[in-house]
């Protein structure tokens, strides 16, 4: 049995020869394992970045489509502008004859809002 102190030099993992004092005295080389290994995790990183700038673009695109904002209004749909001292309730009263909940159920509908609050100057559409 041989005694590794006495070595002058030995072999890491990695197959490359070292010193003693663990200095690289050969440049590393990767034999055909290795190289296969390195590019089969290339390719993979390269894929998973791809999926991951892909996943964000579209993110973007549907926050986008997702805004706040209402669409243009369309044929027959008209636009009020709130005066101070309008609401929800006093719109749709004044905009139908029928259930005056289910009227401020659509016009909140249709212009996405979450809640009864208005804003003076705020347009909201009126759908038909």
């Known amino acids: 049995m041989m005694n590794t102190t006495s070595m002058t030099a030995s072999y890491n993992r990695m197959n ?5 004092r663990g200095r690289s005295t050969q440049g590393a080389r990767l ?7 390195l590019m089969v995790v ?22 986008e489509a997702m805004s706040d904002q209402p669409a243009e209004p369309t044929a027959g749909e008209s636009v009020v502008y709130v005066a101070p001292g309008d609401t929800l309730w006093s719109i749709a009263s004044a905009t139908s004859d029928g259930d005056i909940r289910e009227r401020v159920f659509e016009i909140k509908t249709r212009n996405n809002l979450d809640s009864d609050v208005l804003k003076s100057g705020q ?3 009126i759908p038909v």
């Open 16 to 20: 490359v020869r070292t010193t003693t």
């Open 42 to 63: 290339l390719k993979w990183g390269f894929a998973l970045a791809f999926a991951v700038i892909l996943f964000c673009g579209a993110l973007m695109v549907m926050t």
């Open 31 to 37: 034999n055909k394992a290795q190289k296969q290994a």
């Open 123 to 125: 347009m909201l559409i």
